[in-house]
Every structure is written in C-alpha cells, then in structure tokens.
C-alpha cells in the first residue's frame, strides 16, 4: 500500500472527466471559487466590526460591558 504514482492520478482524472465533463467541471470550479470569495469578503467584514461586548479579566472577576436592550414599538 503505497502512494500514488503520477499514472494513477492521470487515470483517475480522465476517468473524473469523463463521467462529469468539462462543462460540469468547469461550472463546479466558478462555483468553488466563488464561495471561497465571499467566505473571504465575509471575513473582512468580520474583522471590521467591533464586538458588541468588551470583555476585561482579572485574577478573579470578569467585567463585562453589555448594550441596554431598548422596546421596539
């Protein structure tokens, strides 16, 4: 049981071509780099914000800084 050689991965992706296409496989492609885009542009955005609570810890206490909670009418 040892790795692959460079013949089997050849044969694998004809293999792979051939029951999905190159139509398909491309389509697949545009959608995988398209959702690794906007997991990127997401985190971005992430690191934009600022947390809703600020958290300070000392030996034995946490303080924490909480929003009041407002009635929507």
């Known amino acids: 049981m040892g790795s692959f050689s460079v013949w089997h991965w050849l044969i694998v ?3 792979v071509v051939l ?3 190159t139509g398909k496989l491309k389509n ?3 959608d995988l ?3 690794i885009k906007g997991f990127k542009e997401g985190m971005r955005e992430g690191e934009d914000d600022k947390p809703a609570a600020q958290i300070s ?3 034995d206490t946490v303080d924490v800084e909480a929003k009041e909670k407002t ?3």
């Open 13 to 15: 992706l004809v293999i």
């Open 28 to 30: 697949m492609g545009k």
């Open 57 to 59: 810890q000392s030996k």
């Open 33 to 35: 780099g398209g959702a």
């Open 19 to 21: 029951v999905f296409g």
């Open 71 to 73: 009635k929507a009418d």
